[in-house]
């Protein structure tokens, strides 16, 4: 069974730097040698064979392109990223969907998901989950998986929700994981610094 990944990283991350001088994907979290989306970039690719990840176009997008085709990610600009997390979405979709039965939508700012949990729901999806999502300590996080079904639910999305009005009215298989990390995202610069994550 075909699983492809999706990573997306096109948003423009204010919260981080309302300036946008400094990209958060970019960044390096203390400890780290790796930026924050190589690292979410290299744990996807540890599990699935293909990954597609999307960015925003600008000055970043060259070297944020540089560093995940290095890790053997394919790369796509979403020319339409400003109007929201669902238009990146779509155009990775599009592009990535002609021949995947099912799809892991993963987040470019959530370096500390681990590839067990990425293979997890892999194999939820391979087993027939319609929709697979972790859960670490009774709370639901990210990547979510989604088999072709959903496909055109997805590419239906709008604004800035993401799929989460498609979780909220379809099954979903949960699996309990032994990872925080998929409750964990880089908004903040203080979220670069692990004694400061919850």
């Not at 400890?31 to 989306?37: E, F, L, N, P």
């Not at 370096?111 to 009774?138: C, F, H, N, W």
């Not at 989460?164 to 009215?169: M, S, Y």
Request: aromatic share 4%.
């Amino acid at each position: 069974m075909s699983i492809t990944g999706i990573l997306l990283a096109a948003g423009r991350g204010t919260r981080f730097d309302p300036s946008g001088q400094r990209n958060k994907l970019l960044q390096c979290p203390e400890g780290q040698q790796a930026s924050v989306v190589a690292a979410s970039a290299r744990h996807m690719l540890a599990v699935l064979p293909r990954v597609v990840a999307v960015l925003r176009p600008g000055a970043d997008a060259e070297t944020l392109s540089a560093q995940l085709l290095a890790l053997g990610c394919e790369v796509t600009i979403c020319p339409q990223a400003d109007t929201g997390m669902a238009a990146s979405l779509a155009h990775a979709l599009t592009y990535a969907g002609k021949d995947a039965q099912g799809f892991i939508i993963a987040l470019g700012d959530m370096p500390d998901v681990q590839p067990s949990t990425i293979q997890s729901l892999k194999t939820a999806l391979e087993q027939g989950a319609g929709i697979a999502a972790p859960m670490y300590r009774g709370r639901r996080g990210n990547p979510v998986g989604f088999s072709r079904h959903y496909l055109p639910q997805l590419l239906a999305l709008e604004g800035d929700q993401g799929a989460r009005g498609i979780l909220k009215h379809a099954p979903v298989t949960e699996l309990e994981v032994d990872d925080s990390g998929i409750l964990q995202d880089v908004d903040t610069p203080a979220d670069l610094h692990p004694k400061d994550k919850v």
